[in-house]
């Protein structure tokens, strides 16, 4: 019998007893090392074993999404902490670096501190929300994942740095929240990776919400990648089957479970492991939907993209939001041109079925809302890039069409500036149009 479904965790502690290590040339050791030290690295058996292909880990996407490459740093930041682990120096002189060139990054992207809210006095750190449909809850169990993505905006949250976690104990907290705003109608429980709670402490959120006061609350929505880096998660763990029940519940209590689920590329996709678990997954009742950031090196092809919509659907997933990569991290090394990414969002949407296109992007979270490239085009011989709200912190500005100068270079938001000459955007303006 083999034991693959036996967790094994990596990180740069023990990186070093993964068997396939020895492929790695000494250059690629090196860069895990430097850049492990800033950007938190943690791995998985699954991963090792099913995702990366071993016989191009130069190129491999799934490598690229587990392993710190030296390209993922700026020089000045890899050889400032090379050269401090090359001479031995201390742990303080050492987390000192670190600690700098983390604050560098923008460990804290979209102004999320904003969208905490207050109750009584109290600001409920483990809640975020910005939207008036949707709560953002955050169980500090909850603030780890499987697996780390190189190119994650949460990293802050996951390596050491406690002040900056939104965490939030108690699920008593969120049902008095609840109870006062009762217009959400969602409840998105995000982490890091719910999923790496145990079922026990999961439930003890989610039961709460299935009472009859919480009647306000339609949808449970999970944002996890273990269907994609711990799919045991759902199939052999031991407490897979309570989870799968509890999915149950929360459907046969009228409500909808569904599972937002993170999927870089088609490789996670094609296990036995995958399918059995969206299976189970299914089998609930629960939805799956699937979103991702759009990523150079990984999935920067319409191909990649179709494929991906494609088996999605075949597996009964629902495509849901393409992602432009947040400006946080080893973002430098992951970022694509607005221009790129609706490229390969259109070439991409054009070549499959109606059933694949209930996806959405490129979208930007950012500090305004959710923002949609909808697209270049010229307009009175000025080219423009069209753009819209997905979601606004202020709900009167979602699906309004504006326009921001094209700029090819431009990789978010807040690096375009407003069409026609304009000072600011429509949302910007003290007095809104009549539009709106
Ligand atoms: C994306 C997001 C949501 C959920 O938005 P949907 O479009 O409903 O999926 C909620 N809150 C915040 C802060 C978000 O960024
Ligand atoms: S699974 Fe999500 S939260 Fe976790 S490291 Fe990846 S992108 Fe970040």
């Given at each position: 019998?083999?034991?693959?479904?036996?967790?094994?965790t990596?990180?740069?502690?023990?990186?070093?007893?993964?068997?396939?290590?020895?492929?790695?040339?000494d250059?690629?050791i090196?860069?895990?090392e430097?850049?492990?030290?800033?950007?938190p690295?943690k791995?998985?058996?699954?991963?090792?074993?099913?995702?990366?292909?071993?016989s191009?880990?130069?190129?491999?996407?799934?490598?690229?999404?587990?392993?710190p490459?030296?390209e993922?740093?700026?020089?000045?930041?890899?050889?400032a902490?090379?050269?401090?682990?090359?001479?031995?120096?201390?742990?303080?002189?050492?987390?000192?670096?670190?600690?700098?060139i983390?604050?560098?990054?923008?460990?804290?992207?979209?102004?999320?501190?904003?969208?905490?809210?207050?109750?009584?006095?109290?600001?409920?750190?483990?809640?975020?929300?910005?939207y008036?449909?949707t709560?953002?809850?955050?169980?500090?169990?909850?603030?780890?994942?499987?697996?780390?993505?190189?190119?994650?905006f949460?990293?802050?949250?996951?390596?050491?740095?406690p002040?900056?976690?939104?965490?939030?104990?108690?699920a008593?907290l969120?049902?008095?929240?609840l109870?006062?705003?009762?217009?959400?109608?969602?409840?998105?429980?995000?982490g890091?990776?719910?999923?790496?709670?145990?079922?026990?402490?999961?439930?003890?959120?989610?039961?709460?919400?299935l009472?009859?006061?919480f009647k306000n609350?339609?949808?449970?929505?999970?944002?996890?990648?273990a269907?994609?880096?711990?799919?045991y998660?759902?199939?052999?763990?031991?407490d897979?089957?309570?989870?799968?029940k509890?999915?149950?519940?929360?459907?046969?209590?009228?409500?909808?479970?569904?599972?937002?689920?993170?999927?870089?590329?088609?490789?996670?996709?094609k296990?036995?492991?995958v399918?059995?678990?969206?299976?189970?997954?299914?089998?609930t009742?629960?939805?799956?939907?699937?979103?991702?950031?759009?990523?150079?090196?990984?999935?920067?092809?319409?191909?990649?993209?179709?494929?991906?919509?494609?088996?999605?659907?075949?597996?009964?997933?629902?495509p849901?939001?393409?992602?432009?990569?947040?400006?946080?991290?080893?973002?430098?090394?992951?970022?694509?041109?607005?221009?790129?990414?609706?490229n390969?969002?259109?070439?991409?949407?054009?070549?499959?079925s109606?059933l694949?296109?209930?996806?959405?992007?490129p979208?930007?979270?950012?500090?305004p809302?959710k923002?949609?490239v909808?697209g270049?085009?010229e307009?009175?011989?000025?080219?423009?890039?069209?753009?819209?709200?997905?979601?606004?912190?202020?709900?009167?500005?979602?699906?309004?069409?504006?326009?921001?100068?094209?700029?090819?270079?431009?990789t978010?938001?807040?690096?375009?500036?407003?069409?026609?000459?304009?000072?600011?955007?429509?949302f910007?303006?003290?007095?809104?149009s009549?539009?709106i």
């Amino acid at each position: 019998m083999t034991m693959s479904n036996k967790l094994k965790t990596y990180t740069l502690h023990n990186y070093k007893t993964i068997p396939q290590i020895s492929l790695l040339s000494d250059e690629m050791i090196e860069a895990i090392e430097v850049v492990g030290h800033v950007l938190p690295f943690k791995t998985n058996n699954y991963v090792i074993d099913k995702l990366i292909d071993w016989s191009q880990i130069e190129t491999d996407p799934m490598f690229t999404l587990t392993f710190p490459r030296k390209e993922m740093l700026q020089k000045r930041h890899y050889n400032a902490v090379k050269k401090l682990l090359d001479r031995g120096a201390d742990q303080a002189a050492l987390g000192k670096k670190i600690e700098e060139i983390r604050m560098e990054l923008n460990p804290n992207p979209a102004g999320q501190e904003h969208n905490v809210p207050e109750m009584d006095g109290i600001k409920l750190k483990g809640i975020q929300h910005k939207y008036p449909e949707t709560i953002l809850f955050f169980p500090s169990q909850g603030q780890t994942c499987h697996a780390y993505c190189s190119f994650c905006f949460r990293w802050p949250q996951f390596g050491g740095m406690p002040d900056m976690k939104f965490a939030m104990n108690e699920a008593d907290l969120l049902a008095r929240y609840l109870l006062k705003n009762e217009k959400v109608t969602d409840v998105l429980f995000t982490g890091g990776d719910p999923l790496t709670m145990s079922t026990r402490i999961l439930s003890s959120y989610i039961n709460v919400l299935l009472q009859p006061e919480f009647k306000n609350i339609h949808s449970i929505r999970i944002g996890t990648k273990a269907l994609s880096y711990w799919p045991y998660r759902f199939t052999t763990d031991k407490d897979s089957d309570e989870l799968l029940k509890l999915f149950e519940k929360v459907v046969k209590a009228g409500k909808n479970m569904a599972i937002q689920a993170h999927f870089n590329h088609p490789a996670e996709l094609k296990t036995d492991e995958v399918m059995q678990a969206i299976k189970k997954i299914r089998a609930t009742g629960a939805q799956i939907r699937t979103q991702s950031p759009v990523l150079k090196n990984i999935n920067d092809k319409p191909e990649i993209w179709a494929e991906m919509w494609r088996k999605q659907v075949d597996l009964g997933c629902i495509p849901y939001y393409m992602f432009v990569a947040r400006d946080t991290g080893s973002k430098r090394y992951f970022e694509l041109p607005l221009d790129k990414c609706w490229n390969v969002f259109r070439r991409a949407y054009r070549q499959v079925s109606g059933l694949c296109r209930t996806v959405r992007g490129p979208s930007m979270s950012c500090e305004p809302g959710k923002v949609q490239v909808l697209g270049v085009q010229e307009v009175q011989g000025e080219k423009v890039y069209v753009l819209r709200f997905l979601q606004g912190r202020d709900p009167k500005w979602v699906d309004v069409p504006f326009f921001a100068k094209y700029d090819p270079k431009a990789t978010w938001f807040d690096q375009l500036e407003p069409a026609f000459g304009k000072e600011r955007f429509f949302f910007e303006e003290d007095e809104q149009s009549d539009l709106i």
